[in-house]
T-cell receptor, first 114, second 114 residues
Framework: DGGITQSPKYLFRKEGQNVTLSCEQN?????MYWYRQDPGQGLRLIYY???????QKGDIAEGYSVSREKKESFPLTVTSAQKNPTAFYLC?????????????FGAGTRLSVL | GQQLNQSPQSMFIQEGEDVSMNCTSS?????WLWYKQDPGEGPVLLIA?????ELTSNGRLTAQFGITRKDSFLNISASIPSDVGIYFC??????????????FGKGTKLSVIP
């Protein structure tokens, strides 16, 4: 099946620990994105990548890091510098059609702090 | 940055009733998107709108791209229990650098009473 796979579904982080969230897509999409969702809030952009080996900060990049070594993969690391990491994290991908760029989402990873 | 005002924030309706929600912005967008999110899942695209004035239907859903390009609405007719979820609007604008910026509303939480 084609789609966007996020893993794990649930993740727990201890104080001072870095954790990495996985996002894989087999849609041959060029661009990939990471969003954070808090209760009652819209989605806020953390990082995005338009092509392999290139990525840009979004609105709330502090305390997060990413890499884009392969087209299919865009892992997000939540570092110990992120003091309030508890949230629902969503990965998305898109392809440029020339007139628009529709983003499709994975099922999300819920991160909690122990 | 751009902001979207989505209303209402939440709705409780009887099964069979029609539903209307809308988004307004202080600036224009090239594309309007409507997504639905079920609890613990990622948003799923419902309707994409590409031109000012465009009216598009998807089953019981109808959405319109406002003439001013600063607003959009989504209507759901004859609601059923599986319509429960959070509905997000999103406005998209292509930047000068060629990337697409997607701005999300905070969502409308829909509850359907059988």
């Amino acid at each position: 099946d084609g789609g966007i796979t996020q893993s794990p579904k649930y993740l727990f982080r201890k104080e001072g620990q870095n954790v990495t969230l996985s996002c894989e897509q087999n849609l041959n999409h060029d661009a990939m994105y990471w969003y954070r969702q808090d209760p009652g809030q819209g989605l806020r952009l953390i990082y995005y990548s338009q092509i392999v080996n290139d990525f840009q900060k979004g609105d709330i990049a502090e305390g997060y890091s990413v890499s884009r070594e392969k087209k299919e993969s865009f892992p997000l690391t939540v570092t110990s510098a992120q003091k309030n990491p508890t949230a629902f994290y969503l990965c998305a991908s898109s392809i440029d059609s020339g007139s628009s760029n529709i983003q499709y989402f994975g099922a999300g990873t819920r991160l909690s702090v122990l | 940055g751009q902001q979207l005002n989505q209303s209402p924030q939440s709705m409780f309706i009887q099964e069979g009733e029609d539903v209307s929600m809308n988004c307004t912005s202080s600036s224009i967008f090239n594309t309007w998107l409507w997504y639905k999110q079920d609890p613990g899942e990622g948003p799923v695209l419902l309707i994409a709108l590409y031109k000012a004035g465009e009216l598009t239907s998807n089953g019981r859903l109808t959405a319109q791209f406002g003439i001013t390009r600063k607003d959009s609405f989504l209507n759901i007719s004859a609601s059923i229990p599986s319509d429960v979820g959070i509905y997000f609007c999103a406005g998209q604008l292509r930047s000068g650098a060629g990337s697409y910026q997607l701005t999300f509303g905070k969502g409308t939480k829909l509850s359907v009473i059988p």
